[in-house]
């Protein structure tokens, strides 16, 4: 008796006041006006009245759901109007527990998933929560109702679930607004008959109801009529009871330590991901639908990107095969407004070789001569330059050689034939060291060309220039200057430098340059911004996909507007919240992510059995991947913020 002295009593309100309005030019009106009451710890109090006088606000005030406009909660000794929302929410799961009229239980979750909502929150492990959850059922008499959901129950089952959810953390302090309100008469005394074992057991319980028969089973009654306590019957009465499962003494030692320890970051994740993956599976058509946004953003872009790629390499790949990335040629142009037409010489042939960076510099002319050799003829392409020929069209020689700068100096008369020429005059066999006529000159077979890959390439006989303008085409002219350069990187300062040579030499630009390498650059740049166009068309779609996630969030924050309210009367705090939501986004993104990058991979796969070039890149696929998931954080962020934000008492209220 002495230490009960001592302990200060549960809960103590002085001059309590409500209203509610007040903002915006609406009129205030007080609910509550001065509410004094003070109640121990072991206490069964019955607050009974007229529907409409308050005792639901009331509630609501005692179990920490929503703040008195005026006066004073003192709760185990401690004024509680300071409190900050998680310190409050600290005290809602590890002191109270609520039991509604209208059960609110969480639709998406079976009764044993219910019932551990409140220890999820305090970071109660798994395997023990689950074990206390069937021990509280079956003591309730649903020991066998564990896997049903909600809607699955009748209605004395699901007050008697949320009886057990009340007693998942101990429940010290019951609030029953109504119990039996919504059930038949029956089920209404099984609850009453809980209630009082309850109370025999050392909770303390306040219910709360309008009928004064079942206010009547408590041991104290106090009455409220229109915000203002007008009976308090019992409250001097000594506690004959058990002794109270709280001890007002030490409670509030625990809080400090209480707030700050949740459950481990990993256990929050899991159960966060464990409660998402049920909701979107409960509305899986719409989760489905929003998805397709990412799947679609993804997949676009891992696809484009590949293809994009993939064709720009298959140019470069070609044009490397040719020698065309170092290649470019210089040939004669009109020049003055008489349109005079010029020519390039051997000596600027020479000029060009002396530029910086120019590997090889030669004179080139085509034209057709008659070929005759083992009593055939035909008119075959014939393609004249400088020794160097073979290494700039990048030649390979099937048999033989190709001609040297000594054959070019002495004028040799000497051919080499291409891969379809040789076969067309001699069948396969070995025309090196054989004579054939071109325009009745006799010319010495020296090599004959492998395939080169290009039709053009393969139908011509290659021979020196010098033989060729002097001996069979009869022009000292070049058609063209060839040029292979060192380094393709430089090729613009290469072509401005011997414009420059060439231009003081003739004294005005009478030629002019076709430059491959800057083109195929050209073309290369044009698809790569090709394929950032495209890639851009992806991202949009992620974004539309993003605003999808955002929408089904904020619709599912509004849907389950009451939902948030039973997590947080069950001691989630607005961070638990915050992180479901986002988790649930995220999980989103991350599923449509995932799918978008394998559809992509198969559209890729496909096409390469097309034929179409495709080159895979890891890096576009994290980035679609990484970009899937920002869009699922950043759109998520938004509608779980509004969610954690929600008051309690409103969220409760809402549907
Ligand atoms: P009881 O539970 O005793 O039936 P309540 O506490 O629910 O009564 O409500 C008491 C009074 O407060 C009622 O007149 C009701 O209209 C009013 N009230 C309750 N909640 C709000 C609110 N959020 N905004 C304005 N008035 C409210
Ligand atoms: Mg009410």
Known sequence: MEDQHQAPPLIELTGLRKSYGGQEGEPSVEILHGIDLTIRAGEFVAIVGASGSGKSTLMHILG???????????????????????????LRREAFGFVFQGYHLIRTLDASHNVQVPAVYAGTPVESRQERAQALLERLGLGERGGHRPGQLSGGQQQRVSIAR??????????????????????????????????????????ITHDPA?????????????????????????????????????????????????????????????SAWKTLWVSRFRTLLTLLGIVIGVASVIVLMAVGRGASEDMLQKMAAFGNTHRMSIRPDTYGTRGLRSVLTEADVR?????????????????????????????????????????????????????????EARIATVVVLGKTVSERFFAGQ?????????????????????????????????????????????????????????????????????TEVLIQSHRVKDFAVANNPAR?????????????????????????????????MLMAVKERTREIGIRMATGARQRDIQR?????????????????????LIVGVVLIAWDVPVIFSIRAM?????????????????PARQAARLDPVVALAGE
């Open 580 to 600: 479901q939501f986002i988790t649930e986004a995220v999980m989103v993104s991350v599923v449509g992510g995932v799918v978008g990058v394998v559809i992509g």
């Open 351 to 407: 000029l060009v070789r002396e530029v910086p960076n120019v590997d090889i510099a030669m004179p080139f002319l085509t034209g057709n001569a008659m070929l005759r050799a083992n009593a055939t003829d035909a008119s075959t392409a014939l393609w004249s330059m400088g020794h160097e020929g073979a290494r700039l069209f990048n030649w390979k020689l099937a048999r033989g050689m190709f001609f040297s700068a000594e054959d």
């Open 166 to 207: 009340a007693l998942m953390n101990g429940g010290h302090v019951i609030l029953a607004d109504e119990p039996t309100g919504a059930l038949d008469s029956q089920s209404g005394v099984e609850v009453m008959a809980l209630l009082r074992e309850l109370a025999d057991a050392g909770h303390t319980i306040i219910l």
């Open 214 to 274: 079942v206010a009547a089973q408590a041991r104290r009654v106090v009455r409220i009529s229109d915000g203002r306590i007008v009976e308090d019957r019992g409250a001097s009465r000594p506690e004959a009871a058990a002794a109270p499962s709280l001890d007002t003494r030490h409670f509030m030692a625990h809080m400090a330590q209480g707030v700050a320890h949740g459950a481990s970051w990993l256990a929050d994740v899991r159960e966060a991901l464990g």
């Open 520 to 552: 195929a650059k050209q073309q290369n740049e044009a698809a790569r911004q090709q394929s950032l166009l495209l890639a851009l068309i992806a991202g949009i779609s992620l974004v539309v996909g993003g605003i999808g996630i955002m929408n089904i």
């Open 64 to 90: 920490c759901l929503d703040r008195a406009s005026a006066g004073i909660y003192r709760f185990s000794g401690q004024d509680i109007s300071s409190f900050a929302a998680d310190e409050l929410a600290w």
């Open 430 to 498: 070995n025309p090196v060291g054989q004579y054939v006529l071109l325009n009745s000159v006799p010319f010495r077979v020296i090599g004959e060309l492998a395939e080169t890959g290009e039709p053009d390439g393969d139908n011509l006989v290659a021979i020196p220039f010098a033989t060729a303008s002097r001996r069979v085409l009869g022009t000292p002219y070049p058609g063209l200057i060839q040029v292979k350069v060192h380094d393709p990187e430089r090729i613009s300062q290469t072509v401005a430098d011997l």
């Open 622 to 638: 994290l980035l679609a991947f990484g970009c899937a998931v920002a869009t699922g954080l950043v759109f998520g962020f938004m």
